[in-house]
């Protein structure tokens, strides 16, 4: 899977659901692996700012993300949007401290999205893969948010209020092909109770009917809600039965789920990479998302590429008699038993070790330890092979290394070990001569890394 932008810019406009500014926000193609980018015109020096878990600032009501010299809020529906069609990387240029809440949904965005089109780009995706479970807990609230390992995203989504019209809802989302017809339409909600305290809290000055659901669940005399009226700028609303009061009726009977769920796709958007998981979101918030978002942050910061998934009982790209035909290494200098994953810049290799391996006999008798070189001997005869792949009658052909750069052994290598190998150009081949970045693993486990240059030379 290729990384992707947009095909041109989109533009929205609207007021600020907390600040109750006109905002203007344009959203443009951007380079591969730039990730999401606001960028604040109205400030000096137009600064930029990542949209990623660590810039996080603040998760009141919304998701903030800032520094000393900047704050942006309300991202989490421009986000899942993006995120939902795939769109990897995105400059999003905004002239005020937050997005438009436009009507407290993520359906324009999505549309627009679907205007102007998504473009493919060079690089590939580089997917944040879930292999365990992985949990975060708000042991105060109960809140949960459950992460298990999946071929593709999906997300369920719980939620549970004291409330005599919103109490327990359920909203599920197995393909992000749907996200656009079931959930992006979903708009924000509010419970009358919680207004004048939000309005203490200089929040939700932009406010109204028509950009969020807003729910009647608790008696108040007409004094009472003209007042609240007073105090958000909108006329008052005389309301005899408790229930939703909105000018528009709901889009589906369990919205607010829908909603909770599309703020869980905008907040995990901040890992900076795709996910392929299953997330249970129980009673979940932007505060318990972030959390996730930083812990799995934090996780690829730790480890700079994930080891590849492994599964032995799907057939190799690669077995080991086409190896043969590629690669002029014999017993006992053949390093590499299959290949089970080959894409247009990176290829991944497996080598089984056994007791029976050669070195053994001298590295060492009482304590058999791969030597190191042969490791990075292995690692280099998988990138032979990403190199062959690339030209035409690859078997008159032969790749020679020039150089290996910054060699790290981090743990050691036995037998009984699998050792998988994933190798990545760093640059174009260019006149022959590629530059690769690998990495051994056994299982989980950085066991080694390199970086190598070698030149493909056309046998004699």
Avoid: W
């Avoid at 137009?46 to 810039?55: D, G, H, M, R």
């Avoid at 390992?149 to 359920?170: H, K, R, Y």
């Avoid at 729910?215 to 609240?228: F, H, V």
């Avoid at 053949?334 to 894409?343: Q, S």
């Amino acid at each position: 899977m290729k990384q992707c932008t947009l095909k041109g810019e989109f533009h929205v406009s609207g007021k600020g659901l907390h600040t109750g500014l006109q905002i203007e926000a344009t959203f443009s193609p951007a380079p591969e692996n730039t990730g999401y980018v606001f960028k604040r015109i109205d400030l000096e020096g137009e600064p930029t700012l990542q949209a990623v878990a660590e810039n996080v600032v603040e998760t009141v009501r919304g998701t903030v993300i800032g520094n000393n010299s900047m704050r942006i809020s309300t991202i989490e529906h421009a986000l899942a949007a993006l995120y939902a069609a795939g769109i990897d990387n995105c400059l999003i240029t905004l002239n005020a401290p937050e997005l438009p809440i436009l009507d407290g949904s993520a359906i324009e965005y999505a549309e627009k999205i679907d205007e102007v089109g998504i473009v493919e780009q060079d690089a590939e995706k580089d997917y944040y893969i879930v292999k365990q479970k992985i949990e975060v807990v708000d042991e105060k609230t109960g809140s949960s948010l459950i992460v298990l390992p999946d071929e593709d995203f999906s997300i369920d989504t719980m939620i549970e209020f004291d409330s005599p019209i919103l109490q327990n809802q359920f909203a599920s989302l197995n393909s992000m092909k749907r996200f656009k017809s079931d959930i992006a339409a979903s708009r924000t909600f509010v419970f009358v109770r919680e207004i004048v305290a939000l309005l203490n809290a200089n929040l939700i000055k932009g406010g109204d009917l028509d950009n969020a659901i807003v729910i009647y669940d608790q008696p108040m005399s007409q004094e009472q809600l003209n007042k609240i009226s007073e105090l958000m700028g909108v006329p008052p609303v005389e309301v005899a039965n408790l229930g939703y009061i909105n000018n528009k009726p709901l889009v589906f009977p369990n919205e607010p789920a829908r909603h909770k769920l599309l703020d869980v796709i905008g907040d995990i958007a901040l890992i900076g990479r795709p996910l392929k998981g299953r997330i249970i979101a129980n009673k979940p918030g932007h505060t318990l998302n972030a959390t996730f978002s930083k812990k799995i942050r934090r996780e690829i910061k730790r480890q700079e590429v994930q080891a590849p998934i492994y599964n032995p009982n799907i057939a190799p790209v690669m077995d080991i008699n086409r190896i043969r035909e590629l690669l002029p290494h014999r017993y006992p200098f053949l390093l590499v038993d299959k290949i089970i994953e080959v894409g247009d810049n990176h290829i991944v290799g497996v080598k089984n070790m056994t007791q029976n391996e050669p070195f053994f006999q001298g590295h060492f008798p009482q304590e058999p330890v791969m030597p190191g070189v042969l490791q990075i001997e292995a690692m280099a005869q998988v990138g032979g092979l990403l190199v062959l792949n690339v030209v035409d009658e690859p078997e008159r052909y032969s790749t020679y290394f020039m150089k290996i750069d910054n060699v790290k052994f981090r743990q050691k290598v036995v037998p009984g070990d699998t050792l998988i190998f994933h190798l990545q150009l760093m640059n174009e081949i260019r006149r022959g001569v590629a530059t690769m970045k690998g990495y051994a693993f056994v299982g989980e486990k950085m066991v080694s890394e390199a970086e190598f240059m070698a030149q493909i030379i056309k046998n004699k």
